[in-house]
C-alpha cells in the first residue's frame, strides 16, 4: 500500500514536470503593452519645453520654404518674414487638434496589421546600415541587396517586431532609382508585415506603388496601404528640404501613411543642453506636422522625433547611453502629451560586437523608450556599431530582449486570485512549497516569458553543452532560418510580370 502510493506520487510528479516543460500557450507578453510609467519631465517642463517650440516657429520660422509649400503656409495663417516662413501657434495648434491620436498600420496580410497610437508600445526595425556582421567570417562587410532580402526573412518570424523598416542599404545598387525599387521590391518578396521605405525623389512613389499592385491587384494599396514612406522634410536646423517635400506631397497623393523625422544632433545641428535640443527638435516636427495638415488635415503621421546624441569631445554619433536613452524617453513624453502618434529610437549601441557593451547599452535606450510609452520604437532590432551596421544574430538576440521590456510593461495584476491567500495557506499548512500547485501551473502559462536563447543552465550543463555563449546560438539559429525556402509571399507569376516591368537584382529563388 505504502510502495503505490510512493508509485502514485512519482507518477504525479512526471506529470507535473512535463507540463512545466511545454510550450506556453499563451504569450504573457505581447506587442502593445501600454506605456508611459517612466516620465523625465514635470508637467512645468513639458509646458515650457513645448512654449519654447511655438515661440520658435512664430518669430524665427522656417527657411528655405519650396514656393508651392510657402504659398499653401500663407494661405491659412503662416507669415512671411524676409527669407524665411513663420508659422504662428494658432496654425500649429491647429495641426495638433487635427492629427490622430491613434490610427492602423496596415500589413501586408491584414492580420498582422498594427494600431498605433495612444498608450500602446510597439518596436520595430529602422536605420541604413551600410556594414553587415557577416556569419561566416565575424568580420563586417558591405550591405547587399541579398542581406536585405535576408533581413526581411529573418524578422518576419519575430514575434516581437511589429513591423520592418528596411534596416541596411542595399550598396550594390547603381543609381538612387534601382535602390528604391529593388528595396520594396524585397519587402515584397520577404514579408507581410507592415513595412516602411524611403523614397529618394517624389518620381520613384508612383511606379514603386505600380509595382506593388502588379502583386496585389488595381487598388490594392488604396484599400490596404501597407508601406510607411520614412521621409525627413526638415532639416536642422529648422529649415525644410525641397526634395523631401516633394517626396512627402507625393505620398500624400498616393496615400501613403508616413513618419516624418527629426533627427537632430546635440552640440552639432541642435543645441547641446537636453532642454535645449528637445524644444529645437519638438518645433522642426511641428514643422513637418504643419506642412502636412496644409495639406491634407488628420492625415495619418508618425511624429517621429529622434534626439541623437554626439561625443562633444570628438563629434562621433552616441547611439548608446544615458543622454540619448533619456532624450529619446522625454520626447515619447512631450508627443503623447500632445494626442499625437509618437515615434522615438533605441537600440543604436555603438558596440561593434554582440558584447556586454551591446547589451548595456540596448537594454537601457528600450527599457526607458518603452517605460515613457513610445508608440512606435525604432532601431530596435538588429542594429549596431552607431547605426553603421547591423547585425542577423542581433535580430534574434534583441527580439528576446524585447520581449523581457513587454513583460516588465505589463507590470503586476493586483487581484484577490493573483493576491493568492488560499494557495499560501495552502502551501503552508500542507506540502510546504508551491511547485505544481493549481495557482503556480496557471501562472506559468499567464505570467512568465521564457527565453529561447538565453542561456538559463547551471554552469557544469553549460559547460557540457560546449560553452556556447549568446551569439553562437543566435548564429546557428540564423542560418537554420535563412537555410528554409522562399515564404511564397508573392505569386510566381506577378513576379515574371515585375521583372518584365523592372529592373529587379535580386535573384530569383
Not at 528600450?366 to 544574430?393: D, W
Request: proline share 5%.
Amino acid at each position: 500500500m505504502t510502495t503505490t502510493g510512493r508509485k502514485n506520487r512519482r507518477s504525479g510528479r512526471k506529470e507535473k514536470l512535463a507540463q512545466r516543460a511545454a510550450p506556453v500557450a499563451v504569450n504573457p507578453c505581447p506587442p502593445g503593452q501600454p506605456g508611459g510609467h517612466y516620465t523625465p519631465l514635470s508637467d512645468a517642463e513639458c509646458r515650457a519645453i513645448y512654449d519654447t517650440a511655438l515661440r520658435l516657429l512664430d518669430d524665427l520660422g522656417m527657411g528655405e520654404v519650396p514656393q508651392a509649400l510657402r504659398d499653401q503656409l500663407v494661405s491659412q495663417g503662416a507669415r512671411v518674414s524676409g527669407d524665411r516662413v513663420q508659422l504662428p501657434p494658432a496654425l500649429v495648434e491647429a495641426a495638433i487638434a487635427a492629427a490622430p491620436s491613434s490610427f492602423t498600420l496596415y500589413g501586408r496580410d491584414p492580420s498582422r496589421s498594427i494600431r498605433v497610437g495612444d498608450d500602446r508600445v510597439h518596436f520595430g526595425t529602422g536605420g541604413a546600415a551600410v556594414q553587415v556582421l557577416d556569419l561566416d567570417t565575424g568580420d563586417y562587410r558591405p550591405t547587399t541587396l541579398r542581406d536585405l532580402y535576408d533581413f526581411t526573412r529573418l524578422q518576419d518570424g519575430l514575434d516581437n517586431v511589429s513591423w520592418f523598416t528596411r534596416c541596411c542599404v542595399a550598396g550594390d545598387m547603381p543609381d538612387e532609382w534601382t535602390l528604391d525599387v529593388n528595396t520594396v521590391f524585397a519587402l515584397l518578396k520577404g514579408t507581410t508585415k507592415p513595412v516602411a521605405t524611403s523614397f529618394t525623389l517624389a518620381e520613384h512613389v508612383a511606379p514603386i506603388i505600380e509595382m506593388v499592385e502588379m502583386a496585389d491587384g488595381a487598388g490594392s494599396f488604396a484599400r490596404n496601404p501597407w508601406i510607411k514612406a520614412h521621409i525627413s522634410p526638415v532639416i536642422s536646423p529648422m529649415r525644410y528640404g525641397e526634395d523631401a517635400v516633394e517626396v512627402t506631397l507625393e505620398c500624400i497623393r498616393r496615400g501613403i501613411p508616413m513618419s516624418c523625422i527629426t533627427a537632430a544632433q546635440s552640440g552639432a545641428t541642435a543645441p547641446a543642453t537636453l532642454a535645449g535640443f528637445l524644444a529645437q527638435s519638438l518645433a522642426e516636427t511641428l514643422a513637418s506636422l504643419v506642412m502636412v495638415h496644409v495639406y491634407q488635415p488628420g492625415y495619418p503621421m508618425v511624429f517621429s522625433n529622434w534626439p541623437l546624441v554626439i561625443d562633444l569631445r570628438t563629434g562621433a554619433f552616441c547611439g548608446g547611453g544615458g543622454e540619448i536613452s533619456v532624450m529619446n524617453a522625454a520626447s515619447a513624453q512631450l508627443i503623447n502629451g500632445l494626442g499625437l502618434v509618437s515615434g522615438v529610437a533605441s537600440s543604436m549601441t555603438d558596440a561593434k560586437a554582440l558584447d556586454a557593451q551591446y547589451g548595456m547599452e540596448k537594454g537601457i535606450s528600450a527599457m526607458a523608450a518603452g517605460l515613457a510609452g513610445g508608440n512606435l520604437i525604432y532601431e530596435s532590432a538588429g542594429m549596431t556599431a552607431s547605426l553603421l551596421g547591423a547585425s542577423f544574430e542581433a535580430f534574434l538576440l534583441d527580439n528576446e530582449m524585447l520581449a523581457h521590456i513587454y513583460r516588465a510593461l505589463r507590470g503586476v495584476e493586483v487581484t484577490e486570485d493573483t493576491l493568492g491567500y488560499d494557495a499560501i495557506v495552502e502551501a503552508v499548512t500542507g506540502e510546504g512549497h508551491f511547485l505544481g500547485g493549481a495557482q503556480t501551473m496557471a501562472a506559468m502559462e499567464r505570467d512568465y516569458f521564457y527565453p529561447d536563447l538565453a542561456d538559463r543552465d547551471a554552469p557544469i550543463t553549460w559547460s557540457e553543452k560546449g560553452r556556447k555563449q549568446a551569439w553562437q546560438r543566435a548564429n546557428a539559429r540564423v542560418r537554420d532560418i535563412l537555410s528554409q525556402p522562399d515564404p511564397g509571399y508573392l505569386d510566381s507569376t506577378a513576379e515574371r510580370a515585375i521583372r518584365a516591368r523592372f529592373d529587379i537584382r535580386l535573384d530569383a529563388s
